[in-house]
Every structure is written in C-alpha cells, then in structure tokens.
C-alpha cells in the first residue's frame, strides 16, 4: 500500500460483461460470464426481502410515497444523522432536480473524473459544466474550483468518488465566501464518514445512488438529503410532478418516485450497512497486504471511515489493459473507473479541455471486484492474479 490516502472506481452501470480494456487490443478469449464482478449488487436477507414483496403485492400500494419508500427515508435520516431524506427513482434524477431546484442559471463547477451522470444532470438542467481537475485520490481540487469561479458560477457540485471524500471544510469556506451552493455527488459514499460524521448533511444538499451496482442496491434508486426543510418540500413536490396538494398542481415537476418493490430491496439491504461495511473492510485488507508494487491501492485517508465500496488501484498506465485483459482471461471483470474522464469523451470532447491529473488517474486505475459475493478467498485469489499480471 502507498501513501496515497484513497481512490474511486468508474462507474458504469453493470450490464453484460463487455470487453474491459475496450480499446480493441484485448486478445482474450473472453469468458461470456465472469465469476468475479466489479459491481454484483449486494444481496444480504433474500428471504426477508421476498417477504416484503408479498406484502407489497397483498396491500396493493406499489408506488406513490408508500410505506416501504417513507421507511427507508426515516432509516437515512437516522443513519446519517440528517434532517430530510427524499426518495427517488435514481440518483441521475435526483442530481437533476436538485440542481434545478436551486433556481440558479449560469455554470456549475464538476469535476470531470466522475459517471458520466453527474455533468449530463448539469446540462439537463439547462446549466453549463465547467470541468474541473482533481487530486491525486480523484477528488476535487480545491485551488482549481477557486481559480474557476466567476460572476456566472451557480454552483460547485463536488463528488465524493470511490466513498472517499472531499475537502469539505475548504469547500464550506469557498461556498460562505463566494456566497455559492455546494452540492455533493455522493452517489458512490453511502455509510462513509468524515471525522466520525456520517456524510449526507455536507453542503446545500447530497446524493446518493441506490443503483444495483452500489453499495446499498435498490436495483434502482437515488436518495438526496438536506437540512433545509424549504428545499425537502421542493424536491418532494418536484419527484410527484410538482403536485403540491390533492389536485393542485404548482411547479413543472416530473416522475421521479421510488417504487415500493425499489424501496423494500434498498431498505432491507440497508438495515445490514455495518455487515456490508464490515465484510468490504475485510477484503480491503486483504488486497491491501497482497498487492505488490507496482500496483498501488488507494486507501482512504485518516479522517475518513471509508464505506470500501470500492478497491481502486494504481497501474502503470502502459501495463493497464494488458492487467485488464490478463484479468479477464481468468474470470476477472475489473473495470477502469473512470475512463477516459468525463471532458474527454463524445458529448463533452469540443471542449478541448485537458485536465493532467484526470486523465493520468483515468489512464492508471483499475478497479477489483468487492462485495457480497466475493470471499476473501475469492480477494486473495484476485490479489495474486492481478500481481502476476503486473509482474
Ligand atoms: C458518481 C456517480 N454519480 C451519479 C451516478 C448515477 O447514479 P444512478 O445510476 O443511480 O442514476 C453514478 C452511477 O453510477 C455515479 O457513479
């Protein structure tokens, strides 16, 4: 293990398999179903889980602010030590509604070593992306968002990537100064805490991802949560199509509900964090006493109790998608989170923007399989693999 406090993966929505090193020089014969998976979602209580879809199925509410969707905001609110927690579809449209709820016009401040979901809400929100670069853990530069600010900033959007998480006491300075939001993308740091807190009452407002692929699954599903009950009525409004009473319409709201059968499948996974957590720690270990240079895990910083969502690690970038590929070969499906950056690729590429640090951590990262399904035998296993890889 390295100096280096902490990294996030990429992160792509799990869908089939797909060659991992997709630049077309993978001469795998690639195994159709990989056995280790970067993203299998966690499944903890199968049976309690199955039981509460009867329920859903014998009371017939399905959707609409339901009883399994106010229980798993009530859970957040406990759990993070935070005043309002909003339910909704996914985190895509969560981060879309929040920034629109702002009121604001004008630039937002993103990083661009992020899913591609985070600068897309921006620009669906009629808002410009302003990219910025990030630090040797992938998280924001503070100096380069103080540099980019300007008469048109509306709002700097940070993200907590890999579950690590960003300088938020410098950010709180920068946002009481410039008299600016801060809101954070913590799609990927459910569970995380800084200095002992619980992420979700950091800045203006934070999101979180509840996609299959997360930390805590709702197979879909996003949550934003805020100590502003002015904005908390918004949003709920703004998820129901902007109703804000029986019949009465106020707003151009959409659909942005959690559904029943979502909020069970998230509840019932978030009543085992610790569990999650716990066993994610454990793998983490492993990885991080096998890993050999010159591979290099990025761990979380000292302030940080990390989630381990993710286990990112450092590769030499002319070693990666041979490691990627000799991986695959095995049964390996690690992904490169986040490649190539988000300002270099089709939608955004006009910009002509180059951010050195994003895209040598884009160039150099891999992320290994964690999670539920994988043992530490599995971890060991994929240590030694990925080693030889490297080797
Ligand atoms: C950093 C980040 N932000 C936002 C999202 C979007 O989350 P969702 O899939 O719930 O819309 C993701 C999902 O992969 C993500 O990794």
Redesign the pocket.
Known sequence: MTSLKSVTPS???LGQPVDPASSGEVKSSVPLKPKYVVGKPNILDRALFLERVEQILDTAIHTNDGPFARRLEDLVKEELDVQHCIALA????A?ELLLQSLNKVGEVIVPSF??V??AHSIVRSGLTPIFCDVDERGLIDCDHVERLINKSTACILP?N?YGNVCNVARLKTISQKCDIPVIY?S??ALGVKENGIRLGGFGAAEVF???A??FISGF???LITTNSAELADKLRSARNFGFAGYDAVESIGTNAKLSEIHAAMALTNLEKLEQIIAHNRDLFDIYSSRLKPPLQLICPADSEQSNYQYVPVLCPPELRNHILSELFNKSIFARRYFYPGVHRMGAYQHLNLHLPRTESLSESVICLPTGSAISQADAALIAETINQAAG
């Open positions: 992160s792509t929505p996914n985190a895509t449209l981060l992020t899913f979901a985070t993200v990537v993308d799609a990927h991802s509840l996609h692929t997360k879909e599903g996003g």
